[in-house]
């Protein structure tokens, strides 16, 4: 006999819903971000050299360049790479639709490669079969928070002189080899929407080693414009020249400073997460009907997304149902992603279709995101558990 599940009528595991992400926001947060409303500069003033040095600083980059989003954080990094129409763009199947979008932006293909049927991060072998003269840029992306294989996808950018760029608007936090996110690539891109690692409400930032790079970046970000604001009013000077057309994708001095101030709990809210990623695996290495997806010895994962795939041969459910279950017990599970290539933009513009990336298309099917964020409490990550083990339990066949 099982509990009678909240979708049939019964009682759900809790009484309100537990997201599957949320942003924690401090009064040292609100004191930081009310300091600048009362300075001279609301935008492109001190806060933006300041949160990029402090973001440097804790990646390990030489540089880094605040942006508005991560998906500006992502054109720019193409921009910087100097992509081109006719050029192709590798980016993976299983990701959000921004890591292929931000190649469309320039006038590029993008090329989508399958991933690894365990971790769901880039397979290099699938990368290396799309290779093509026409390939300028590999994407990696850090799904779920785990940083890919960077050893071998940087022996393959490396002998190809294809420029990679780490989409990390996961990843923030997690190391490969002993080495920061953000110091992997030769770009790497960042999201501080408010369910990412650190939140800004909107805001992104990319890193790189390269200052010429740097500098394209900034201009970009500012209309293609040399100098900003800022830095004529400094010298005194109105003059200035726009060698080539940008955006505007500037980030504000009241955003920067939230930033600041966020960037400072990166260690200890990556530490929590991984707390909650370690009683969510185990608990569910003892359970039928699920398996969480696997993590390299060689990184720290930063669990922005706790991944499980549904063992849909032992269930007499499909995934809508166990979410629709889920959600009725009240936990905000959630699905990342619908593998890009099979939006209908990219079926009717670059004739996409299933069967492309098999390994994607079949872990689509399975995957569900459970609640991961770092002021989430034992108690909640419990009422997880007890859902899964509820539900699950039910549609076992
Ligand atoms: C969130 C996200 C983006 C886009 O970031 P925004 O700040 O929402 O524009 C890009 N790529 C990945 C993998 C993301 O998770």
């Known amino acids: 006999m099982t ?30 971000v009310n ?14 050299s300041q949160f990029e040095k402090a973001f440097a600083s804790f990646t390990g980059a030489k540089e880094a360049v605040a942006v508005s989003n991560g998906t500006a954080a992502l054109h720019a990094a193409m921009y910087g790479a100097q992509i081109r129409p006719g050029d192709d763009v590798i980016v993976p199947a299983m990701t ?4 292929a979008n931000a190649a469309v932006y320039l006038g590029a293909t993008p090329v989508f490669a399958d991933v690894d049927s365990e ?10 079969s799309r290779l093509t003269k026409k390939t300028k840029v590999v994407v990696a992306v850090d799904y779920a928070g785990q940083p890919c294989d960077y050893g071998a996808l940087r022996a393959i950018t490396e002998k190809k002189k294809l420029t990679l760029i780490a989409d990390a608007c996961h990843a923030l936090g997690g190391t490969y080899k002993k080495k920061p996110v953000g110091s992997l690539a030769d770009l790497s891109t960042f999201s501080f929407h408010p369910v ?6 909107e805001g992104g930032m990319i890193t790189t080693d390269d200052p010429d790079v740097a500098t394209r970046m900034r201009r970009f970000r500012n209309h293609g414009i040399t ?6 009013q400094e010298k005194g000077a109105w003059f200035y020249e726009m060698p080539d057309v940008g955006y505007n994708y500037r980030l504000t001095d009241i955003q920067c400073a939230l930033g600041i ?17 370690k009683k969510y695996d185990a608990a569910f290495s003892s359970m039928k009907g699920l398996k969480p997806l696997s993590v390299r010895s060689d990184v720290t994962h930063a669990y922005h997304l706790y991944v ?35 939006h209908p933009y990219y079926r009717k513009n670059f004739g996409t279709k299933e069967g492309m990336c098999p390994v994607a298309e079949k872990a689509f099917e399975r995957i569900l995101s459970l609640p991961m964020f770092a002021t989430m409490t034992d108690d909640d990550a419990g009422d997880v558990i007890t859902a899964m083990e509820k539900v699950l339990t039910h549609y076992s066949r």
């Open 96 to 99: 959000f639709a921004a890591s």
């Open 308 to 342: 499980i795939q549904l063992d849909l041969e032992g269930l007499s459910a499909d995934r809508n149902q166990i979410f629709q279950a889920l959600r009725a017990e009240n936990i905000g599970v959630n699905v990342h992603y619908i593998p890009v290539h099979l």
């Open 3 to 32: 509990a009678r599940l909240a979708i049939d009528g019964g009682t759900p595991v809790r009484a309100t819903l537990l997201p599957y992400g949320r942003q924690s926001v401090s009064d040292e947060d609100i004191r930081a």
């Open 227 to 232: 100098t900003d604001h800022r830095e004529r």
């Open 261 to 277: 101030s966020q960037l400072t709990n990166v260690p200890a809210w990556t530490k929590r997460r991984q707390a909650l990623a």
């Open 196 to 201: 990412k690692p650190i939140a800004t409400g």
């Open 119 to 128: 971790t769901l991060l880039i397979d290099p072998k699938s990368l290396e």
């Open 35 to 48: 300091d600048v409303l009362r300075s001279d500069w609301l935008t492109t003033g001190p806060k933006v």
